[in-house]
């Protein structure tokens, strides 16, 4: 195409103009240019956290102009996008990561050190950008990875929070969580962009007016009205030059203060006019699986599906298509519930403000959106109380009723339409915000095999019968190889290319190729490097724990790991009761058996929801356990445990590439995919699991005998609910194994006032998450873990194969399947 120029002679322009395509400017200098301009300081007083700073702002500066050349090229060819809509991304740190997918790290890494800086100590000066509660916000995040890699045009909408997740500090004195804010902001955020002339206007409260007889029309007016302001953040894809956007939307005040109540002298009134709009961005519900039903939230999750909206629809008004034709420009993901308002807000705008007729305004949406659900567990499902909806959104919920209008002729019996209905009847009625998403979508997906069935056949069996099966999907979850294999394990990449014999940046595009390993498993010399690699990433866990902790950590011994969001279903209190049956154990052994011990530290780490009690309550008998098994001089050398404060990303990073086993035991049915468990196997580390989520499809690549699986399965699992409830068998009787460890818990050994009743007794009285049921599998399963980690030949082949068979969870696959089957873009080149 032909481009104008603006002002000025064009020679001028292109001249000065920095030519992607052509070599990178003299990174040292660049550096430099950036202490001295942008940080204003003298170069003798650079630390590392300047140099980082520095370092940054370099490395930003080719992102902004890849980043601007992709924009403009997505507009000139005017192709189909698409939206990824999250409450949550969970970025962790990025200046590795666009380093990697610039192809810059070597050369930043020796402009660095020309200048007297260690590239690893410059990396981890970076705070953790914490915008997400867990596998939901990382999935996200690697899911923007992926989309860029391969030149799709999608683009991120969030919310940037002034706090993330909160940071996690464990008391001294009595080893509970405590929670202290996150501020993440505080230095100037090198990532992000600024767009403040990218603003919208934001109604809240009101009133709704209807007019036009019959067209379902209405102008919704008063109340109050708050500012969007758009913060760019660049996602560069691996290997091209290819840059998309994160969109995230910060809330202030449509004007500074409130200039009546300032004239009048209420200067209080005027500045609390203007926090409460600030409040709307400023943080992170920290809550994993719940729904709470808080009107902040709700103004949250409008605040940014109608920002969002607006801008799209202002990008898709510079095309110049009628708006009949929206849906063939544009699709939407919503990421679980929390953005279906948008449903509602696209019908607002097509039938109130552009008057389209209703009919023509539905299929546009309906042809639009596509749900993703990501959990089962009923606390999660959200529901909006109807008059919290008309007091805040009085539009929306009119909307709302005329769906429901419109549903009412589906064909069936009472019961059916009350299933189906958008609106649960009780006191107050509910706006179930799930079934409006059915609704409302093109395509509704689950994230794993499992999970998808059971979202069909238990979560939404009436929309089932009712649309046909193939309104319903799977897509199974993803990770991106770049940060959980190449950045986060830069040895075995290595490895992994010098055996493969192709270049990186090819099987990191396509892990299918990772196959080209089983090639090389009988070779010992292959084998002594892979197991070299393993006790290498140990060693660095090793040193991390000893200067977070002080404690000094045998990496010859088995390190096991199960890292996540606390959680009831998550069963970390299985993890710890069998820690605890394994302590009991070789304390009775006689010194000469403990010998023949395998050799095991436990690593926990993971966040618990500031008000969930038991959750909080395993925290702390997790540390007191540790506290306890790690000073006794009998068996501390066979085994020692482990929690690890604050998990992150980064902290993740750490502690993957390190484990020979992780968990991931969920009680069968309840993880949906479970992300973790990917990740671990692409860095050679074997699973303990249950047959749950995507552990399922993980052991159909790798095979079952690679995978220590135990416990109940999911078809089983109602009846033994319903057996607790009813029929229940005392634990003693159960699983004497698991009566024990829970009598040695009460005795107090680990904390002698009781504490820990609360928590035994979910498990002694209804053990909804069925501990009883799957103890005894579960020590079993470990003791093959055992039997199989002392044939460390065996062990190590057994990692391999895990590591060659990860192909289908690159998220780049999960991406594709989308772009597909869902939103049907196409990569944009340029
Ligand atoms: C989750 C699931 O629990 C988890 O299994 C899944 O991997 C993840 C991404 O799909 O989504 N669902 C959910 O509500 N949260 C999850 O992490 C918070």
Redesign the pocket.
Known sequence: GQEKWPKGDEKTWKTAMRDITSETPDITKSIVHHVQTSLARAPYNIDDFGAYQAAALSVRDNLIVNWNTTQIEYSRKSQKRAYYLSLEFLMGRTLSNALLNLGLLDQYSSSLSSLGFGIEDILVQERDAALG?????R?AACYLDSSATQELPVWGYGLRYKYGIFQQLIKADDGSQLEAPDPWLEHQNPWELPRLDVTYEVRFYGSAQRWGEGTGRATWSGGQEVLAIAYDVMIPGYGTRSTNNLRLWESKPKRGFDLQSFNAGNYERAVESSNSAAAITSVLYPN??TSFGKELRLKQQYFWTAASLADMLRRFKNLEKPISEFAEYNAIQLN?THPTLAIVELMRILVDEEELSWDSAWTIVTNTFFF?N??VLPE?LEKWSVPLMEHLLPRHMQIIFDIVTVEKRFPGDRDRLARLSLIEEGFPKQVRMANLAVVGSRKVNG?AELHSNLVQKNLFPDFVEFYGLSKFGNVT?GITPRRWLDQCNPSLSALITDTLKIDRNVWLKDLYKLKGLLAHVDDPQFQARWAAVKHQNKERLALFVERQLGIKVDAHALFDVQIK?LHEYKRQTLNILGVIHRYLLIKSLTPEERKKVVKKVVFFAGKAAPGYYIAKLTIRLIVNVARVINADPDTNQYLSLFFLPDYSVSVAEILIPASDISQHISTAGT?????SNMKFCLNGGLLVGTVD??NIEIAEEVGDDNVFFFGNLTPDVEDLRYRHTYHPIPVEQKSPALAHVLNTVSSGIFGSDGVYEPLLNTIREGDFYLLTDDFDSYIRALEMVDEAYADRTEWVKKSIRTTAKMGKFSSDRAIQDYAQEYWNIESVKF
Do not use: I, P, Y
């Open positions: 509660n867990g596998g939901l916000g999935l994993d699986h679980d993703t990501h959990t999660a994230v979850n969001r993880e949906a995919s479970g992300t989520g995507a």
